[in-house]
């Protein structure tokens, strides 16, 4: 049920425990978290209301990593979702989740974090016309590169860059409490429950990414509840943070400041320490954005080599090379597919928000798969062992699958009813599903290992 480790061309046991929680908290905090404040102050409408919005999304999130620290550490496997979703619906489904991962999910997630990145680096130094451009494929470039070296040299840059992600947070964190609190001001005006579900939504984004250390599950050098405390501890850390940099927005300029702000991180940085620190907002955003890319770019590979192994038409994405313990072939792939999304986006100028409503219904239906997927591998493995066990089994996994259920509604809501632009990016990536869903049944029949 789990996959072999420690034979040439496998997963080895190379990661610890601290390069998992450096890995997650990396591939969590991105861009989001200097962008949606502003947008969750706005629809919170009172400041007990805007706590509470970020309290609770990482209470969510803690549900979520309590479901799938049993999971992982029941089944480890670098396939991750994918393995989870192959032993309880079968290979076809399992195939599904990797061509989303491969052509949607995670190379536009990729895409859309190198032109955040390249947008930032050209406000420090421009590089003409396709500036943004230009970054956004030189970095996707170089460090695959670092990937395609070795595993261990990708999680050391990640730990280096974690840490500077996590440095940049605690000063803009310590400078929203080093000016003077803003002058008290009417909130912004909201309309309720479904103005604080639109902040929900933007919390749980911004917490988003937590569940690819599954991916690395088999590479874990520590006992088998070594992938739990990694979970746990990444969650806890990331709410952390993410409590205290609201706090030091809130105190730098108030909720309704907040909610006005379009780089309300950027505003708090400039109360702070003067102009200079607008360009000192700059090079913090992008090495938050570069730690995402990096992260990303290790765990994305991993659901493509796992179906690689399983799919003989596949069996090129399946390579696991032994000399840098990484799934090189899978990585080239997904190198490629994400530059050419740079590029499409380069030509349209529309990519992000395209993306976002390309891959949202795609991603929440797939993550509550997952999630159900604990309810069935219990029923079908009764035996197995399991290391960690979700506790308060089955409240706890059945209020993640609430929440991904409630935020796969959101998503096809908010764009069904919006323009035809955002109709046309949702309805494209269920199409690109439906493709993949007709090139399975072309597929010759998964091998069995």
Same mark, same amino acid.
């Given at each position: 049920?789990?996959?072999?480790?420690?034979?040439?061309?496998?997963?080895?046991?190379?990661?610890?425990?601290?390069?998992?929680?450096?890995?997650?908290?990396?591939?969590?905090?991105?861009?989001?978290?200097?962008?949606?404040?502003?947008?969750?102050?706005?629809?919170?409408?009172?400041?007990? !209301?805007?706590?509470?919005?970020?309290?609770?999304?990482?209470?969510?999130?803690?549900?979520?990593?309590?479901?799938?620290?049993?999971?992982?550490?029941?089944?480890?496997?670098?396939?991750?979702?994918?393995?989870?979703?192959?032993?309880?619906?079968?290979?076809?489904?399992?195939?599904?989740?990797?061509?989303?991962?491969?052509?949607?999910?995670?190379?536009?997630?990729?895409?859309?974090?190198?032109?955040?990145?390249?947008?930032?680096?050209?406000?420090?130094?421009?590089?003409?016309?396709?500036?943004?451009?230009?970054?956004?494929?030189?970095?996707?470039?170089?460090?695959?590169?670092?990937?395609?070296?070795?595993?261990?040299?990708?999680?050391?840059?990640?730990?280096?860059?974690?840490?500077?992600?996590?440095?940049?947070?605690?000063?803009?964190?310590?400078?929203?409490?080093?000016?003077?609190?803003?002058?008290?001001?009417?909130?912004?005006?909201?309309?309720?429950?479904?103005?604080?579900?639109?902040?929900?939504?933007?919390?749980?984004?911004?917490?988003?990414?937590?569940?690819?250390?599954?991916?690395?599950?088999?590479?874990?050098?520590?006992?088998?509840?070594?992938?739990?405390?990694?979970?746990?501890?990444?969650?806890?850390?990331?709410?952390?943070?993410?409590?205290?940099?609201?706090?030091?927005?809130?105190?730098?300029?108030?909720?309704?400041?907040?909610?006005?702000?379009?780089?309300?991180?950027?505003?708090?940085?400039?109360?702070?320490?003067?102009?200079?620190?607008?360009?000192? !907002?700059?090079?913090?955003?992008?090495?938050?954005?570069?730690?995402?890319?990096?992260?990303?770019?290790?765990?994305?590979?991993?659901?493509?080599?796992?179906?690689?192994?399983?799919?003989?038409?596949?069996?090129?994405?399946?390579?696991?090379?032994?000399?840098?313990?990484?799934?090189?072939?899978?990585?080239?792939?997904?190198?490629?597919?994400?530059?050419?999304?740079?590029?499409?986006?380069?030509?349209?100028?529309?990519?992000?928000?395209?993306?976002?409503?390309?891959?949202?219904?795609?991603?929440?239906?797939?993550?509550?798969?997952?999630?159900?997927?604990?309810?069935?591998?219990?029923?079908?493995?009764?035996?197995?062992?399991?290391?960690?066990?979700?506790?308060?089994?089955?409240?706890?996994?059945?209020?993640?699958?609430?929440?991904?259920?409630?935020?796969?509604?959101?998503?096809?809501?908010?764009?069904?009813?919006?323009?035809?632009?955002?109709?046309?990016?949702?309805?494209?990536?269920?199409?690109?599903?439906?493709?993949?869903?007709?090139?399975?049944?072309?597929?010759?029949?998964?091998?069995?290992?």
């Amino acid at each position: 049920m789990s996959d072999h480790t420690g034979a040439a061309g496998a997963p080895t046991r190379v990661l610890s425990v601290k390069d998992a929680v450096m890995l997650t908290v990396g591939v969590v905090i991105g861009a989001g978290i200097f962008k949606a404040p502003s947008l969750v102050a706005g629809a919170a409408g009172s400041e007990t !209301m805007m706590i509470l919005a970020w309290v609770l999304g990482g209470a969510i999130t803690v549900v979520g990593a309590l479901t799938y620290a049993e999971l992982a550490s029941t089944f480890p496997s670098a396939g991750g979702d994918y393995h989870f979703i192959q032993m309880a619906y079968g290979r076809r489904i399992a195939f599904l989740f990797a061509w989303a991962r491969a052509t949607v999910i995670t190379t536009g997630s990729i895409a859309l974090l190198a032109f955040v990145f390249g947008d930032y680096c050209t406000q420090l130094y421009p590089l003409g016309p396709y500036s943004s451009s230009i970054y956004a494929c030189t970095v996707v470039f170089v460090l695959s590169a670092i990937h395609w070296v070795s595993t261990r040299a990708s999680s050391t840059t990640q730990n280096w860059l974690t840490g500077l992600e996590v440095g940049g947070l605690v000063l803009v964190s310590v400078a929203g409490f080093m000016v003077e609190p803003a002058a008290a001001a009417p909130p912004p005006v909201v309309s309720g429950q479904a103005a604080f579900g639109f902040a929900m939504i933007m919390v749980l984004l911004t917490f988003g990414g937590w569940n690819e250390v599954a991916y690395i599950s088999a590479e874990i050098a520590s006992d088998k509840r070594g992938i739990a405390r990694a979970l746990i501890i990444s969650i806890l850390v990331v709410t952390a943070l993410y409590l205290a940099i609201n706090l030091a927005y809130l105190n730098a300029l108030g909720i309704t400041g907040m909610a006005k702000s379009s780089a309300v991180a950027a505003d708090v940085l400039k109360a702070a320490f003067g102009e200079w620190g607008s360009r000192a !907002m700059s090079v913090i955003v992008a090495i938050a954005t570069l730690t995402s890319i990096n992260s990303t770019l290790i765990v994305g590979a991993r659901s493509s080599y796992a179906a690689g192994r399983d799919w003989p038409a596949l069996r090129f994405l399946g390579a696991w090379s032994a000399q840098g313990s990484a799934p090189r072939h899978a990585l080239l792939v997904q190198t490629v597919i994400a530059l050419a999304l740079i590029v499409l986006g380069a030509a349209t100028r529309d990519g992000f928000t395209t993306m976002v409503d390309f891959t949202a219904p795609v991603f929440w239906f797939f993550f509550l798969l997952a999630g159900l997927s604990l309810f069935v591998l219990r029923a079908k493995y009764p035996e197995a062992e399991r290391p960690f066990r979700t506790p308060l089994y089955p409240v706890i996994p059945a209020l993640f699958c609430c929440a991904c259920a409630w935020l796969l509604y959101s998503s096809l809501a908010y764009v069904y009813s919006s323009g035809s632009y955002e109709k046309a990016g949702a309805t494209l990536g269920i199409a690109v599903l439906a493709v993949g869903a007709v090139i399975s049944l072309f597929l010759s029949r998964p091998a069995r290992r």
